[in-house]
């Protein structure tokens, strides 16, 4: 593996084919996201506008990537009872499949005989693997890409295993 991460947003504008994400934390805790997540938990409110500010930096990308013909899925294992975190996660939701992703949510319950991968992780064209590191709080704390053949089919048939297990969100209550 190599620490030689390119920036992400290069690695989704080069995808041709397909982008999986996979979240597999009941809480993160990054430091852009702390306000938002604040104002949830008082209100109840979600930022639902996809050209607001606040999605400025993603809804576009995922436009553009979708509109090349990219198929984007996102693949989250929650534990239930589902957490503060994860039942903003899924209010926002609405927002990323407005952009074009597809959106799948799994039961950690379900998940117990998937071998998985120990960290959450983008999976480009099935061969590039960005993982993404993150402290007990769920704050970042790195990033580590990978082609390695071994650990791609790893990722890879772990993400099929739960798609395939998973609810689409509109399934899916909290």
């Given at each position: 593996?190599t620490?030689?991460?390119p920036?992400?947003?290069?690695?989704?504008k080069g995808?041709?084919?397909t982008?999986?994400?996979?979240e597999m934390?009941d809480v993160?805790?990054?430091s852009?996201?702390?306000e938002?997540?604040?104002e949830?938990?008082?209100?109840?409110g979600a930022?639902?506008d996809?050209?607001s500010e606040?999605?400025?930096?993603?809804?576009?990308?995922?436009r553009?990537t979708?509109?090349?013909?990219?198929?984007m899925?996102?693949?989250?294992?929650v534990?239930?009872?589902?957490?503060?975190y994860?039942?903003?996660e899924?209010a926002?939701?609405?927002?990323?499949?407005a952009a074009?992703?597809?959106?799948?949510w799994l039961p950690r319950r379900?998940?117990?005989?998937?071998?998985l991968p120990?960290n959450d992780?983008?999976l480009?064209?099935d061969?590039?693997v960005?993982f993404?590191?993150?402290?007990?709080?769920?704050d970042?704390?790195?990033?580590?890409y990978?082609?390695?053949?071994?650990?791609?089919?790893?990722?890879s048939?772990a993400?099929?295993a739960v798609w395939?297990?998973?609810?689409?969100?509109d399934?899916?209550?909290?």
């Amino acid at each position: 593996m190599t620490q030689n991460v390119p920036d992400f947003s290069s690695l989704l504008k080069g995808a041709q084919q397909t982008a999986v994400h996979l979240e597999m934390r009941d809480v993160y805790g990054v430091s852009d996201e702390a306000e938002e997540f604040a104002e949830f938990k008082r209100s109840g409110g979600a930022d639902l506008d996809p050209d607001s500010e606040g999605w400025a930096g993603w809804v576009p990308l995922v436009r553009e990537t979708v509109g090349r013909g990219v198929v984007m899925r996102r693949a989250r294992i929650v534990s239930e009872p589902v957490t503060d975190y994860i039942r903003w996660e899924h209010a926002l939701t609405p927002v990323n499949i407005a952009a074009g992703e597809q959106v799948r949510w799994l039961p950690r319950r379900l998940a117990s005989d998937i071998p998985l991968p120990g960290n959450d992780l983008w999976l480009i064209d099935d061969h590039l693997v960005l993982f993404h590191w993150f402290t007990g709080d769920g704050d970042w704390a790195g990033h580590e890409y990978t082609e390695d053949p071994a650990v791609v089919k790893l990722v890879s048939n772990a993400f099929e295993a739960v798609w395939e297990r998973a609810l689409p969100h509109d399934q899916y209550t909290v």
